[in-house]
């Protein structure tokens, strides 16, 4: 079990990873797509759809890696509108 565990660990880093070349590939793009229609005035064709994919790819890709580190995303709307009682009647514990 020791050794499965390891592995998923080792994947999701490496998800991790690849999710963060992933959006630094994507800034270079927009920044050298910046670069060919303003300074050049060319037209850009593959880089909007690139930065479009690769965003999007990167989001579900580097998930494992947001569990790993137990990241987490709240949206707390809901609790905050409820009041004392609604958040107490929430809570897991």
Do not use: K
Not at 17 to 45: D, H, K, P, Q, W
């Amino acid at each position: 079990m020791d050794l499965f565990i390891r592995g998923i660990t080792l994947i999701s880093q490496i998800c991790g990873v690849f999710a963060a070349c992933l959006i630094g590939a994507s800034v270079v793009i927009v920044c050298e797509m910046v670069f060919i229609r303003y300074v050049l005035n060319e037209n850009t064709i593959w880089q909007t759809d690139f930065v479009t994919f690769s965003i999007v790819a990167a989001t579900f890709i580097g998930s494992p890696y947001l569990l790993l580190s137990r990241g987490h995303v709240n949206v707390d709307v809901l609790p905050i509108y409820l009041g004392q009682e609604g958040r107490y009647r929430l809570h897991p514990c």
